[in-house]
Nanobody, 116 residues
Framework: QVQLVESGGGLVQAGGSLRLSCAASGNIFKFNAMGWYRQAPGKQRELVAALTSGGVTNYADSVKGRFTISRDNAKNTVSLQMNSLKAEESAVYYC??????????WGKGTLVTVSS
């Protein structure tokens, strides 16, 4: 079993910053990619940012220039630095990982609330 545990969510004012972290534990195969998704009430879950083990990044257009994803391959952790947050970015943020067998894992999510 693989567990992904997020931390770092909370309440922040619009324009502020938060840093999310995700740690993986358990019977881990090599993760080809790790990333973050978010889901706001009444909306579909959407990709925020992802990073492959080779260093290739993929960001949602709406967060480019404000969010930065980073990971530690040896420790199987991934972080998301979020700057200049907007009220509409309030959501539950989920950590995601995909291993070399194609298995996909999800964390339970961490709530980010951005007050306007």
């Amino acid at each position: 079993q693989v567990q992904l545990v997020e931390s770092g969510g909370g309440l922040v004012q619009a324009g502020g910053s938060l840093r999310l972290s995700c740690a993986a534990s358990g019977n881990i195969f090599k993760f080809n990619a790790m990333g973050w998704y978010r889901q706001a009430p009444g909306k579909q879950r959407e990709l925020v940012a992802a990073l492959t083990s080779g260093g290739v990044t993929n960001y949602a257009d709406s967060v480019k220039g404000r969010f930065t994803i980073s990971r530690d391959n040896a420790k199987n952790t991934v972080s998301l630095q979020m700057n200049s947050l907007k009220a509409e970015e309030s959501a539950v943020y989920y950590c995601n990982a995909r291993d070399s067998r194609g298995m996909v894992y999800w964390g339970k999510g961490t709530l980010v609330t951005v007050s306007s």
